[in-house]
């Protein structure tokens, strides 16, 4: 094995940006004052890929419009830029002849590419579908695709110009997450309960070509077939099944050390695999001959490889926002960031916020955009993965992080750190609070891909303790935290992980006992409410906010609801400033007072736009401002 260090640019340290400071605070400027500081997060982050006569195709993610950019691997440059009308990003791309398919999400659309020219044509969409996950081409130039979440599989003939739809690939389940298509069958990966399903390509038969042992698998999520070999990546365990298409109860088990396959490559001319692992972000390689696995390279902490290509002597990775190379003689590994390669990057919808004082952190894919409000400055850190709760502490700030449910660290100067995985089947960290007197981070989570039971994790930086407690709230996930006199107050959604149907019908309210770590109390504040979105606990009070609008006064010494308003409905977000709490579901800010629970508008007009989650908001520690959002930039309100 040899590994070699990409440069600082391709670890996604990228550049720093000017952005405006904040307005000096002498003179204070009147409270709701509104200062632009920028865009919260920029991004070049390419989800679709694909190689054409030398060129890599790259669709970049979260951000509008869709950039589609072709990087030449001779000229180690992007030399070809499209922008696609429609759509928030783009996970599915394939190639017939020289003119290039992409599918998009937001909405499902599929479009046309002609790499020897400039045209972008809409040929398709699958509607009511959001995303076309995966795409792939048969050997006759039909172009054959899986969608989500209706978990449907459709083919677009180019020479026709008809779409067919193939209808669900197995009911129930909303997620065609791969596709691979030889003569006569369409292959597709399903999750989040995971199946493999060979398709007729003629007569629409479909059958399960899984082995059962594997069915307790989440997804089926990366396929490559070559030769009549098809190779199939298993989540959440990491393994990859080599199966004869000629005779399916014939195959091989790869099982790789990691817990997910972002990527395939199958190598016919040496009889070699090449897979790219998560969460260690590996390249690695599966001799058939030997029946040996190697490591090939690491071309950094958490590396996602999208898509592995080979040519000749030298795969070729597109990994986050870059294009890496491994040279299967020399075992060098080389890279380039396709931002100094020419795809600048672009407002992105973000994730979480947080802020410290002299700096506003904003996470979005693959990074945390950090804003120096004294130097007046934006500079981008890489992470590995999206962090979905940010809680400053003792000067650091610790990042709740989905995939598998990671903590990390960073300080203000440095770059992110792993710390520990919460496990226990967790993807999702949905809240996350610190108790300072008992000194514990409190994160919420949601749980895999077609697992029920979500979690509440109990983290000590001092000692590096975890205790994890999954299914407080039975069949339910913990959407909210707050914690007060030892206390943490649950609040949870009936939604599970991704792809399943909600077992319980309201969210429900819970006391957990930090000193005991149980649960002491469990009520339903609010009939009908699906979602306790987000809590904040003072005085002798809780008070809570659910997706249907309803904001709720809650006494834990008689455990009732002692008073109710309502606000607009939505993802919204609650944050407490002196007496004061304010609170936002992305379109205005407004002002709560707890005494009375009379709400009055704060700052109207923001129209926020981010990525799924609540409504971003924080408060700046001395309680001088709000941080939140309008639009996709970064604004400052004066208190």
Partial sequence: MRRTALTAALLLAAATLAVPSGPALAGSPPPGTVTDLGPASEVTSVNGAELVDGTIYTATGGVSPIVLGGYDLAAQRVTKRYELPTGGGAWATTEVG???YVGTYEPGDLYRVDTTGTAVTKVADVSPDRYIW?????????????????????????????????????????????IAVDATTIYAGVGAHAHLIAIDRVTGAKREILPPEFADRTFVGTLALENGVLAAALSPTGTMLLIDTADPSRYEVVQTPDSFITAIAIDVARNDVYVGTRPSGTLRRYDRDTKQLSTLAVPYDGASFG??????????????????????????????????????????LAMAIATDGPRVYVSGKAGVQVHDLVAG???????????KAMTPIGGEIWMSVYTLAYLFRMTPDGAPRRVTAFGNEQTRPLDATW??????????????????GGAVALYDPRS?????????IADQSIRAVAVKHGTAYLGSSVNNGLGTTPRATEARLAGFDLATRTKTWETVPVPGAKQIVDLV?????????TDTGVLFAFDPATRQVVATTTVRPGAGTLVQVGSAIYGTTGKDIWQLDPATMAVRPFVTGLDAEWYAGSALLTAAPDGSALYALRGRDLVRIQL
Avoid: C, W
Wanted: hydrophobic share 30%; net charge negative; no cysteine.
């Fill in 435 to 452: 108790a300072p007197s008992e000194k514990l981070l409190v994160v919420g989570t949601e749980p895999d891909y077609g697992r029920y």
């Fill in 98 to 100: 020289t003119d290039l």
């Fill in 537 to 545: 606990a003072t005085g002798n009070r809780v008070y809570g906010l």
């Fill in 464 to 472: 590096g303790a975890l205790d994890v407690h999954r299914d407080v």
């Fill in 307 to 348: 898509r592995i290509f080979v040519t000749g002597d030298q795969l070729r990775g597109v990994v986050t926002n870059s294009v890496v190379t491994y040279d299967l003689t020399t075992g060098e590994l080389t890279g380039v960031d396709l931002t100094q390669a020419g795809m600048p990057p672009a407002p992105e």
């Fill in 134 to 178: 995966a795409l792939d081409t048969a050997p006759d130039g039909v172009v054959y695709g899986g969608t989500y979440p209706g978990g449907r599989v459709f083919s677009y003939d180019p020479a026709t110009g008809t779409q067919r739809d193939y209808g669900v690939a197995v009911p129930g389940e909303q997620y065609v997450r791969s």
């Fill in 377 to 387: 400055t934006s500079t981008r850190r890489f992470l590995p993965g999206e962090a």
